[in-house]
Structures are given as C-alpha cells and as structure tokens.
T-cell receptor, first 117, second 108 residues
Framework: GAVVSQHPSWVICKSGTSVKIECRSL??????MFWYRQFPKKSLMLMAT?????????EQGVEKDKFLINHASLTLSTLTVTSAHPEDSSFYIC?????????????FGAGSRLTVL | QKEVEQNSGPLSVPEGAIASLNCTYS??????FFWYRQYSGKSPELIMF????GDKEDGRFTAQLNKASQYVSLLIRDSQPSDSATYLC????????FGAGTRLTVKP
C-alpha cells in the first residue's frame, strides 16, 4: 500500500530557530500533499495544501511567511517553521493523495512532534 | 455550523460489544466519507471509506451512510481492547475536513 514517510518524528528546538520537516511519498507520486497540525486532544487542523510545482494554498489564519511549504517534486514536500516560538509546539502531520487506495484517500505520515523551548 | 461534527466521547463499551460511532456533516453535496483511527501520539490510519452510493462492511467494521439525515456511522462488532483509540470522521467537501474525533475505550 501507499506509504508516506515523515522526518523527523520529533524535534526540540530553541525559540527563534527554524525547523524543517520533510514528507515523502515512497511508492507513489503525490501531486498534492496536505499539512495538518494537531494540538493535544484536539482535532486535525488543515494548515495548507501543497501542489507540486506551485505555491501552497494556506488556510485562513495560517501565516504563510511563518510556515513555509515547498513541494519541489512529486515525492517530496517540506514544511519549515520559521522563527519558532513555544506556541508553535504541536504535532505536525503530512498526508498525500494518489496512493491508489481510492479517490481522495489520504495516507498520513507518522507525524512530527515539535517542542519549542 | 461546523462542517463535520462528532461526539467527543469518551464512549466506553465492554469487550465483545458493538461500538457505534456517529458523525454528521453539513454539505449535502459530499460524495465520500472516511473513518480514521488514531492512537494516542500517533498519526491517523484509514479504517475504511464509503461513497455516497452505499454502505460497506470490512471484517468487524461497517460504515453506513444516511444521506437524508446527513450522518455517517461506524459500527465495530466484537469490540476489542485494541480498538481503544480516537476515531476521526472525515468528509471530502472541497478538501478533506475532519471531525474532532470520538474517543473509544473498550474495557476488558
């Protein structure tokens, strides 16, 4: 089945630094990838939709200059949290469609837990 | 009105019982419906999905759609402690929208 690899699985950084999270589709080409954020005991919140070769579409309230998304190839999308602050600490999860399970089925990466000190 | 709503629970059932999870959605034009399971600290994993043309059964899991009332349900038969997790309902509107999830606990 479709596999989405996400790295790193957890990261701790100091306030003010930038953190990059990678999301790769291992056995299929993902023209569209999605980035979600989840706070403890809360639902998944869509941050942005990333299309290969074009600018990401951000959800209302998500700062595009803070959460930089790059989707340079059909198998790789990256999310960079710039100048991270403690309130950015969260569980970030990427997902992709196109794995062949059916129209619009999302395959999720394992998630990246970010802790900003 | 939220696009996808679920009762947050927790829903507690004894081992072997049927667990019934429900989800309502606001957009009548929705065509595909998904159930994901999320264990604590992990990312969601797909259980099953259905289209607007019918229900589906897969092993112990059955997904049912009531288009008139705009809700979709997930039934888990012979519930096991390993089924204890948060169950997320998702509906494809313009993109995938998730409910807040229902936490299920299956007690041995």
């Amino acid at each position: 089945g479709a596999v989405v690899s996400q790295h790193p699985s957890w990261v701790i950084c100091k306030s003010g630094t930038s953190v990059k999270i990678e999301c790769r589709s291992l056995d299929f080409q993902a023209t569209t990838m999605f980035w979600y954020r989840q706070f403890p005991k809360k639902s998944l919140m869509l941050m942005a939709t990333s299309n290969e070769g074009s600018k990401a579409t951000y959800e209302q309230g998500v700062e595009k200059d803070k959460f930089l998304i790059n989707h340079a190839s059909l198998t790789l999308s990256t999310l960079t949290v710039t100048s991270a602050h403690p309130e950015d600490s969260s569980f970030y999860i990427c997902s992709a469609t196109g794995g062949g399970s059916g129209a619009n089925v999302l395959t999720f990466g394992a998630g990246s837990r970010l802790t900003v000190l | 009105q939220k696009e996808v709503e679920q009762n947050s629970g927790p829903l507690s059932v004894p081992e072997g019982a049927i667990a019934s999870l429900n989800c309502t959605y606001s957009d009548r034009g929705s065509q595909s419906f998904f159930w994901y399971r999320q264990y604590s600290g992990k990312s969601p994993e797909l259980i099953m999905f259905i289209y607007s043309n019918g229900d589906k059964e897969d092993g112990r899991f059955t997904a049912q759609l009531n288009k008139a009332s705009q809700y979709v349900s997930l039934l888990i038969r012979d519930s096991q402690p390993s089924d204890s997790a948060t169950y997320l309902c998702a509906v494809n509107i313009d993109d995938m929208r998730f409910g807040a999830g229902t936490r299920l606990t299956v007690k041995p």
